[in-house]
C-alpha cells in the first residue's frame, strides 16, 4: 500500500508539475516583453497545452508589434498634420498680399511704400516657411531646445499687419 501510495504520489507530481510551471509562465506573461516559450517534449496532452501556449505568446507578440508600429504611424501622421498646419498659416497672407498687389498694379497706382511693406511681408513669411522646413528636416537628429525671447508685441503687430489688407480681418 506504501508503494502504490508513492508511485501514486510520483505519477501526480509529474503530471502536476508542468501544469505548475504553465502557471507560472502565464502569471508571468506581459505585453511589450518577450515571453520565453516552453518546451515540452512528448505529444500528450500536456504537450498539446504548451504548444497553444506557444501560439498564444507568438500572437500576442505580433499583437504587440502590430500596436506599436500603429502608434508610430499615428504619431507620424499627427505631425504632418501639424507641419501641413504651419506651412498654411504663412501661405494665407502672402496670398492675400500678393493679391493686394496686383489690384494695386490692375488699377494703375503706383506705391513704393505699400510695395515695400508687401515684400517685407512676403520675405519675413519665406523665412517662417523656410524655418519651418529646417526644423522638420532637423527633427531626425532630435536637436536640444532652444529657447529664445521674443517680442510679443512686435510680433503681434507683424499678424496685423499680415492680415489688414483682407477683407475678411476686422
Excluded at 128 to 136: K, Q, R, V
Aim: hydrophobic share 40%; aromatic share 4%; net charge neutral.
Amino acid at each position: 500500500l506504501l508503494i502504490a501510495g508513492g508511485i501514486a504520489i510520483y505519477f501526480a507530481n509529474t503530471i502536476t508539475k508542468p501544469i505548475a510551471v504553465i502557471g507560472e509562465k502565464l502569471k508571468q506573461i506581459q505585453l511589450g516583453s518577450r515571453n520565453q516559450p516552453l518546451e515540452w517534449k512528448t505529444h500528450d496532452e500536456i504537450g498539446a497545452l504548451i504548444v497553444e501556449y506557444n501560439k498564444m505568446i507568438n500572437k500576442l507578440q505580433d499583437s504587440a508589434d502590430q500596436l506599436a508600429q500603429s502608434e508610430r504611424e499615428g504619431a507620424w501622421r499627427e505631425m504632418a498634420q501639424q507641419v501641413a498646419h504651419e506651412i498654411k498659416n504663412p501661405l494665407t497672407p502672402m496670398k492675400l498680399n500678393v493679391q493686394h498687389l496686383q489690384r494695386t498694379i490692375d488699377a494703375g497706382k503706383s506705391d513704393p511704400e505699400m510695395i515695400e511693406r508687401i515684400s517685407a511681408t512676403l520675405i519675413e513669411q519665406i523665412n517662417s516657411l523656410s524655418a519651418i522646413a529646417n526644423e522638420f528636416s532637423d527633427f531626425a537628429k532630435m536637436p536640444r531646445a532652444r529657447n529664445e525671447r521674443i517680442n510679443l508685441v512686435t510680433n503681434l503687430k507683424n499678424l496685423l499687419q499680415l492680415y489688414e489688407n483682407s477683407s475678411r480681418a476686422e
